[in-house]
């Protein structure tokens, strides 16, 4: 079966999950939102999912799939540039990006990610 092991454990879900040497990240969205453009809040969201995946002893040069939640497809260039920025250029990964309406409206983007361990 092999065992899970859960990062950020909290009453309604964990921050993330390793299994079989994948890492499954929740949903990551800002903190940090009053006053912020999605660049900073994606700038925020990624610094997040960096910090979970050295948690789980991996980084971004091994993330498997991305899942990209934003508010307003208005701000999709925005959050690409942000995006370019920072992703491993020769290991991007498969990518979807979709316009939704997030948890609060304050938040801008939300990204879920599954990497190799």
Same mark, same amino acid.
């Given at each position: 079966?092999?065992?899970?092991?859960?990062i #950020?454990v909290g009453?309604?879900?964990? &921050? @993330? +999950?390793?299994h079989n040497? $994948?890492?499954y990240? +929740? #949903? *990551?969205?800002a903190?940090?939102?009053a006053? *912020?453009?999605?660049a900073?809040?994606?700038r !925020?969201v990624?610094?997040?999912?960096? $910090?979970?995946?050295?948690?789980a002893?991996?980084?971004k040069s091994r993330?498997?799939m991305?899942?990209?939640?934003?508010a307003?497809l208005?701000?999709?260039?925005?959050?690409? &540039?942000v995006w370019? @920025?920072w992703?491993v250029?020769?290991?991007t990964?498969?990518?979807?990006?979709?316009? +939704?309406?997030l +948890?609060k409206? !304050?938040?801008k983007?939300e990204?879920v990610v599954?990497a190799?361990a």
């Open positions: 079966m092999g065992t899970v092991t859960r #950020g009453k309604r879900l964990s &921050e @993330a +999950a390793v040497g $994948t890492v990240l +929740a #949903g *990551q969205v903190d940090q939102t006053g *912020q453009d999605i900073a809040q994606t !925020e990624l610094g997040m999912i960096d $910090t979970l995946l050295a948690q002893g991996t980084d993330i498997l991305v899942q990209i939640f934003i307003d208005k701000d999709f260039p925005a959050m690409n &540039e370019d @920025a992703v250029q020769g290991a990964p498969p990518r979807a990006t979709v316009q +939704a309406a +948890a409206p !304050e938040w983007v990204m599954t190799a």
